[in-house]
């Protein structure tokens, strides 16, 4: 049961942090601060960091020995996956992005276990 509310509280404060990240761009988007190309970045690559940091926390504090960030990011993908097929939105640059979210999670479980093994 307390990996089970481990997990709960690392998807919140994941998602926290996505939420306030997203404000900020938003904030700094709307007064002008940022460009369209920068805006689009920056949501990219804070969406990706926030799958790395929890993928980082479940695998170094949660799960021991499972591969539950593999799951979970497929199970994120695929949720996507169906949402874009539902919209009829589906195009390539789509599945260059779930690909994506997939590797982020990745490169945080490489992390938790280099921490581990050091």
């Known amino acids: 049961m307390t ?21 900020l761009l938003s904030i700094l988007y709307y007064y002008g601060y ?4 920068f805006y689009s970045f920056f949501k990219l690559f804070f969406f990706l960091l926030s799958f790395s ?8 504090n ?5 591969k539950i960030f593999l ?8 949720v996507f ?3 874009s097929i539902i919209s009829n939105r589906f195009e390539l ?18 992390f938790s276990k280099r921490k581990k093994e050091a």
């Open 3 to 23: 990996y089970i509310k481990k997990f709960i509280i690392y998807l919140i404060s994941s998602c926290g942090f996505l939420l306030v990240s997203f404000l």
């Open 34 to 37: 940022l460009l369209d190309s």
């Open 53 to 60: 940091i929890f993928s980082y926390l479940i695998q170094k």
């Open 62 to 66: 949660c799960f021991k020995k499972k």
């Open 71 to 78: 799951l979970f990011s497929i199970l994120i993908a695929c």
């Open 81 to 83: 996956f169906l949402i």
């Open 93 to 110: 640059i789509l599945v260059i992005y779930y690909t994506l979210i997939i590797i982020s999670s990745y490169i945080g479980y490489l």
